[in-house]
């Protein structure tokens, strides 16, 4: 299996700041890399495939890049309703992995 | 717009064998454009996929579930189920059907489900 190694576990930030995440997977995915949004009690929503591309209907301050093994996750300015866990995964192999999250919190 | 419900039972006992239902609507199980996936997320944990379903029937179950996980497909209803069995207290998890994109180069999860909360306990 693909490893997904995402960083750090939980983050505090204040409203406004620039929060980036990474993900490291444990062997070249190429761009086959999906980022979600999970709030407390719902089900995770798709925010970002293909490592880059937003998902229609998501704020342009979420933003994804990388490709290979390294990949970043961006707010670009944190907004109160962006307090959640966010988890990448990957679909390069067969059996679908995902990070083990990172929690946004505000400072 | 795609929506997709899970039901089953919240409780199961250790042994016994679990099973979830994932009902469809919005759109066809059959179009043939998509897989239908199982995912859980144990509570306070992350997300674990269990495998996906085509509509054809084909299957692909993660290796880690495999020797206990069946997914089934019953197109004239638009649904697609789960069972997993021998569960164990270990298998307590908020389980979430999901629609996936069929294609090499496609393999994302959206729309979700609600998801439900099965707990295993005698």
């Known amino acids: 299996d693909i490893q997904m190694t995402q960083s750090p576990s939980s983050l505090s930030a204040s409203v406004g700041d620039r929060v980036t995440i990474t993900c490291q997977a444990s062997?070249?995915?190429?761009?086959?890399l999906n980022w979600y949004q999970q709030k407390p009690g719902k089900a995770p929503k798709l925010l970002i495939y293909?490592?880059?591309n937003l998902e229609t209907g998501v704020p342009s301050r979420f933003s994804g890049s990388g490709s290979g093994t390294d990949f970043t996750f961006t707010i670009s300015s944190l907004q109160p309703e962006d307090i959640a866990t966010y988890y990448c995964?990957?679909?390069?192999?067969?059996?679908?992995?995902f990070g083990q999250g990172t929690k946004v919190e505000i400072k | 717009q795609v929506q997709l419900q899970e039901s089953g039972p919240g409780l199961v006992k250790p042994s016994q064998t679990l099973s979830l239902t994932c009902t469809v609507s919005g759109g066809s199980i059959s179009s043939g454009d998509y897989y239908w996936s199982w995912i859980r997320q144990p509570p306070g944990k992350g997300l674990e996929w269990i495998g996906y379903i085509y509509y054809s029937g084909s299957t692909y179950y993660n290796p880690s579930l495999k020797s206990r996980v069946t997914i089934s497909v019953d197109t004239s209803k638009n649904q697609f189920s789960l069972k997993l069995s021998s569960v164990t207290a270990a298998d307590t998890a908020v389980y979430y059907c999901a629609r996936d994109p069929y294609g090499d180069y496609e393999g994302w999860f959206d729309p979700w489900g609600q998801g439900t909360l099965v707990t295993v306990s005698s």
């Open positions: 995964q990957q679909y390069d192999n067969l059996p679908r992995t």
């Open positions: 293909d490592a880059s």
């Open positions: 062997q070249d995915i190429s761009n086959y």
